[in-house]
């Protein structure tokens, strides 16, 4: 789970929005602070910048880069602090921003926050270095009684909310070592170079540290881990609220673990910091000695300023790895007996869980955060222990939920031992559909995943009914209706089946038009999170608006010319460190706008393209050289202006000459990110010019993820990325597998034809964890509706296994077929991550033309063997 995304769930009920867009009259907390209504001087600008609100006298002009201070503040003196900086700052002519509510310094303070930018609540521009000594002496002399968390990508001054750090002030962009665009600053010789920004204090290498903040230095370079008796020998995990490690005793030699918790930082729902959680965890588990199913505490002490909690080394493993590794349909076709071995496992687990959770609940704890990573499951499988009580509640059965799993939340009124049979309601289900986190969107769909589970599963239906009625309680009759026993899964839950097109194809764009705002200028429909990264954002291919068109385009969807026009004002004049790339950039969004017929402001685009430096940028087909090139090249096909070829071989040249050598894996692998990107073009440019040489490079291309790649088990052919494999259509193998389908038109290759085969095993799972067109089932879906592979796997009923499949990460929107997104905590409409994609995956399938990605036409693929 990426836990970044929960920060986008408050502002929208169906879909992710950006934090800022979570308006006052939701929640007292959203409401500016009181000093923000008052008047500027005169000749002063006030404006937003995402989450900031920013304050510039503009008769000061202000540097491009410098040492600048970010004030921190807890919720309580927030308002206090940012009043005394107001009454700072305003008469000296002084620049600043801010973040301007209680509700988006918690979200910026929260648990899960980004941990480089977490504390930031001020930031404060000096003109100059001798102006930068003073405001942050005196600054700290106004606020040095303040307290406020650290600020862990700065220096600290002193001991208050006073943080300083070198850095850009204006907006700069540049590509870094591995060609993503990241926030720059100049060098000393006036080149752009990263802005790092990371949760370690860093000065650049060309910058003097001023004398006066040695002493700054020093204290924060102090160590007193030496004045404690453990050593701390490995991190098993960090959040904004401190990390876990694994240690040792250095009076016993055993091992434990150290809970650290930071003062003022990692905020839960109530406000509560991550100390103030780590003294909850350490009394629940006092009160639970002995018991069996707990680490048992050992001990209590202060380093620095931060907390720790040491408690017993539990031997075992979270019970998400045992899932990850038992569970039957990750296979294409599991037999009966491992459904059968499976189920009575999962159901002997569960029996196991809420036996230590009735154990807890009888000395009187509420355990408030029970999930798959929550529970520790001995290697033997005989024994559980529940892990991370720092949301725990002891003898208050009125505590709401503060902390918890998107697929474990419980609904606002459950409370105190609620919570935990909530939880435990939903572990019966994740432990045959791993897909809680949709009932953040519609509890409803319990009911749903209970049919599937009864069909996939011989588990008894009133295994799962239970569940279904605790996890659907208090809601209205209607909403809560369901029947485990239905013979069709999805039967009365969702508004149509999608093998029946063009009928899901009709529901599908409804649910899309239903969800614009043509009211916004960063979006026109929603998508990822990843809209709100870059101005460009909502509108490109991948997240945005662009690649939304396209699908409804492609598979005959009635199209929206609103949406159009709304693409083609949003890339007007594209705003600095816009992306270039084709998925993430305007690349993508002028080949969509050709192909719409807008084809002026195609060219337009095209202009702006080709007169911008291109030798620092990523090789890749998402963001970099790879897609650039196709759109350029395909739009120089389609309008007639040639120079746009020339630019488009001079993009793969650059490629070729920054090209690993053979047999030298890149960085990343699959069709997005890695050499399978660029192979693509290389085949594309191969087919136009008939260079022989262009399909060596392909090959080599192909040959360098394939090296990323490993063979599980079953037979699959799957990307390895250390921790884990992928079999996905971005950046797994299954997008290698695209690519060599195209190659194999042209040579023959022993090689790719064996990895091929493989790879369509890869895409028969009958579980994916996603939706998603580039991390999820509707990948699948495509791939196998266009591969030429011989073989099993890729028959029309394949394809139609593998489109039900699909059907279990889909959610009604108004009364119209729509898909979770990413992490699947809210619906998407883009072609990435949400619903556009599974169209565009469904008419690959279905639509009478075949449709396709970009640059990927459909093959000729074998005729069906006759039945």
Request: hydrophobic share 40%; proline share 7%.
């Amino acid at each position: 789970m990426n836990k970044g995304y929960a920060a986008f769930c408050d502002a929208g009920r169906h879909f992710y929005d950006a934090p800022y867009r979570r308006s006052s009259d939701r929640a007292s907390s959203g409401a500016p602070y009181s000093v923000l209504a008052r008047e500027l001087p005169q000749g002063w600008q006030r404006h937003t910048s995402g989450d900031w609100l920013a304050f510039r006298p503009l008769e000061n002009r202000i540097p491009s880069q410098g040492w600048k201070i970010h004030i921190s503040a807890c919720l309580d003196n927030a308002e206090k602090i940012l009043t005394a900086v107001w009454d700072y700052c305003v008469p000296r002519s002084v620049a600043f921003k801010c973040m301007p509510s209680r509700y988006l310094l918690h979200s910026r303070n929260a648990k899960y926050a980004d941990r480089a930018a977490s504390g930031k609540f001020i930031t404060v521009y000096p003109s100059d270095d001798a102006q930068f000594h003073t405001l942050a002496k005196e600054l700290d002399e106004l606020l040095a009684a303040e307290p406020g968390p650290v600020i862990l990508s700065d220096l600290r001054w002193g001991t208050g909310p006073v943080h300083v750090r070198y850095g850009s002030f204006t907006e700069r962009y540049c590509y870094d070592d591995s060609g993503e665009l990241v926030p720059a600053i100049a060098d000393a010789q006036g080149e752009l170079v990263p802005d790092r920004r990371e949760p370690t204090f860093h000065v650049p290498s060309w910058i003097t540290l001023p004398d006066f903040l040695e002493p700054h230095v020093a204290a924060r370079s102090a160590n007193p881990v030496a004045d404690v008796p453990y050593r701390f020998e490995r991190a098993l995990h960090f959040s904004n609220g401190g990390g876990v490690y694994v240690g040792r005793d250095l009076r016993t030699d055993r091992q434990v673990v150290l809970k650290e918790g930071r003062p003022h930082a990692g905020l839960a729902a109530d406000g509560a910091d991550a100390v103030v959680r780590l003294k909850r965890e350490r009394d629940a588990l006092r009160r639970l000695t002995g018991l069996g199913h707990t680490p048992e505490v050992l001990d209590w002490f202060t380093l620095g300023d931060h907390s720790f909690l040491v408690m017993e080394y539990i031997e075992g493993r979270p019970l998400n790895s045992f899932f990850a590794h038992r569970h039957p349909l990750i296979e294409a076709d599991p037999s009966a007996e491992k459904l059968t071995e499976y189920t009575q496992w999962a159901m002997r687990i569960h029996r196991l869980v809420e036996e230590a959770i009735e154990a807890i609940h009888a000395r009187g704890v509420a355990f408030n955060d029970l999930h798959l990573f929550n529970i520790m499951l001995s290697e033997d499988e005989s024994s559980v222990t529940l892990l991370d009580f720092e949301a725990a509640a002891v003898d208050d059965l009125t505590r709401r939920q503060v902390v918890a799993n998107p697929g474990f939340v419980a609904p606002a009124d459950r409370r105190g031992f609620d919570v935990d049979l909530y939880a435990l309601a939903c572990l019966r289900l994740a432990l045959f559909l791993p897909l809680t986190s949709l009932f953040a969107v519609d509890r409803a769909k319990a009911g749903h995943l209970a049919r599937i589970a009864c069909e996939q599963f011989p588990v008894p239906p009133a295994f799962l009914q239970e569940a279904v009625d605790e996890i659907q309680r208090g809601q209205r009759p209607e909403a809560a209706a369901s029947d485990t026993s239905a013979p069709r899964a999805g039967a009365g839950y969702l508004p149509v089946t999608l093998a029946d097109w063009p009928n899901s194809r009709d529901s599908m764009a409804r649910a899309i038009i239903a969800s614009a705002t043509p009211e916004r200028e960063d979006r026109f429909f929603p998508g990822d999170v990843a809209q709100f990264a870059n101005s460009a954002g909502g509108a490109c291919f991948s997240y945005g608006a662009a690649g939304v068109l396209y699908a409804l385009a492609e598979t005959g969807a009635e199209r929206c010319p609103e949406a159009e026009d709304w693409l083609l004002r949003s890339c007007k004049a594209p705003a600095s460190g816009t992306p270039m790339g084709f998925y993430d950039g305007l690349s993508g969004i002028a080949w969509v706008l050709d192909r719409l017929g807008r084809r002026e402001a195609a060219l337009d685009l095209a202009d702006t393209l080709t007169s911008q430096p291109r030798q620092d940028i990523a090789p890749d087909l998402h963001s970099g050289l790879a897609g650039l090139a196709l759109a350029l090249d395909a739009l120089a096909t389609s309008t007639g202006e040639s120079a746009l070829h020339t630019t488009a071989m001079q993009c793969a040249q650059l490629i070729a000459d920054k090209a690993s050598p053979p047999g030298a894996p890149g960085a990343r692998a699959g069709l997005l990110h890695g050499a399978s990107g660029t192979a693509l073009l290389f085949i594309r440019l191969y087919e136009r010019t008939r260079d022989q040489a262009l399909l060596d490079l392909a090959a080599d291309a192909l040959r360098r993820d394939l090296d990323r790649c490993t063979r599980s088990v079953g037979g699959t052919l799957q990307v390895n990325e250390g921790w884990r494999t992928m079999p996905y259509l971005g950046a797994g193998s299954v997008g290698i597998g695209m690519v060599l389908d195209d190659y194999l038109v042209h040579r023959r290759d022993e090689r790719f034809e064996q990895a091929r085969e493989e790879i369509v095993r890869a895409a028969q799972a009958k579980f994916y964890a996603q939706p998603g067109l580039f991390r999820g089932a509707a990948g699948m879906v495509l791939h196998l509706s266009r591969t030429t592979t011989p073989g099993p796997g890729t028959h029309d009923a394949d394809v139609r296994r593998q489109i039900e499949s699909l059907s279990w990460g889909a959610v009604p929107y108004r009364g119209h077929l729509a898909f979770a997104g990413e992490q699947m905590m809210r619906l998407s409409m883009d072609l990435s991550t949400g619903t556009a994609g599974c169209l565009l995956a469904l008419g690959s399938a279905l639509h009478e033309t075949p449709v396709h990605l970009p640059f990927l036409p459909p093959l000729r693929r074998p005729p069906e063997p006759t039945p």
